[in-house]
């Protein structure tokens, strides 16, 4: 009898293959025989023999003059496509669309772009009584609703500065801020928290939520916020929905790469 194949069957060869393309990093970009033999701990015929198939394929490329290897132009061209594949749009849509049906209210999904707020993707129930006039492609500006506080809130302070004296703050309602130091202190409470509530500062009668969704480097790239009428809300309504926002930013981040222990790096 043949030896039974383990669960998961795998190739060796693959296996080494892509223990030698991980070896690169930003500290070795550029790796010759012996590194990469001492680094997988391999014989150097066969690593010699996985790099040549690597360099045929465009996988690796190689230096004639210091025959050194790098990354090839292959996985660039392939990381293109897994960058598009995995665009906030296309990692956020189907999650968006759970919202929606969970909550029943309108979600945005918002990036900053050339200093704007920019929505980029909308659910929206056309029978709601209530209806939104932005729509996807929408520019507003940065401090605008939930979604755009919730980005500047990650923001430096001389970047937030910078966006405050290009677009300044006015009076949408009765409860917009309109101090600069005030909304930059909301800005920190909005980071420290995780999440924006904004209470009527933008239409009177709606609330906004809004949370990050942050990449594989943990930054943060966009927004996603629930509109809802404010009277209709009462506390358990609210957490309610925080909850549902944050599952979902948090699912829409895993699939851009991020992990919980990536943290942020601002």
């Given at each position: 009898m043949g030896q039974k194949q383990p669960a998961g069957f795998y190739n060796r060869s693959l296996e080494r293959a892509l223990q030698i393309l991980d070896a690169f990093c930003w500290e070795h970009r550029e790796l010759t025989h012996s590194q990469l033999a001492e680094m997988l701990g391999l014989p150097r015929p066969t690593i010699a023999r996985l790099c040549s198939t690597l360099v045929r394929y465009g996988y690796l490329a190689k230096d004639p003059e210091s025959n050194r290897y790098s990354l090839g132009m292959r996985?660039?061209?392939?990381?293109?496509?897994?960058?598009?594949?995995?665009?906030?749009?296309?990692?956020?849509?189907?999650?968006?669309?759970?919202?929606?049906?969970?909550?029943?209210?309108?979600?945005?999904?918002?990036?900053?772009?050339?200093?704007?707020?920019?929505?980029?993707?909308?659910r929206e129930d056309a029978h709601n009584a209530i209806t939104f006039t932005s729509t996807t492609g929408t520019r507003r500006p940065p401090h605008w609703g939930m979604c755009g506080p919730m980005l500047m809130a990650y923001l430096p302070d001389s970047e937030v500065d910078r966006l405050l004296l290009k677009t300044p703050l006015n009076a949408a309602t009765k409860k917009s801020i309109t101090d600069k130091e005030?909304?930059?202190?909301?800005?920190?409470?909005?980071?420290?928290?995780?999440?924006?509530?904004?209470?009527?500062?933008?239409?009177?009668?709606?609330?906004?939520?809004?949370?990050?969704?942050?990449?594989?480097?943990?930054?943060?790239?966009?927004?996603?916020?629930?509109?809802?009428?404010?009277?209709?809300?009462?506390?358990?309504?609210?957490?309610?929905?925080?909850?549902?926002?944050?599952?979902?930013?948090?699912?829409?981040?895993?699939?851009?790469?991020?992990?919980?222990?990536?943290?942020?790096?601002?």
């Open positions: 996985l660039f061209q392939q990381g293109s496509i897994v960058s598009y594949s995995f665009s906030v749009s296309a990692a956020a849509s189907r999650h968006l669309t759970q919202l929606h049906k969970d909550t029943g209210r309108t979600i945005f999904l918002g990036v900053l772009d050339n200093d704007d707020l920019l929505y980029i993707d909308k005030e909304f930059k202190a909301w800005l920190r409470k909005v980071r420290e928290k995780g999440f924006a509530i904004d209470d009527e500062a933008t239409f009177d009668g709606i609330t906004g939520f809004a949370a990050p969704v942050r990449d594989f480097r943990g930054e943060v790239v966009a927004s996603i916020g629930v509109a809802q009428i404010s009277s209709v809300l009462g506390p358990r309504e609210i957490d309610s929905i925080v909850g549902q926002l944050l599952k979902t930013t948090e699912a829409v981040s895993r699939e851009l790469g991020w992990k919980q222990d990536a943290g942020s790096t601002r």
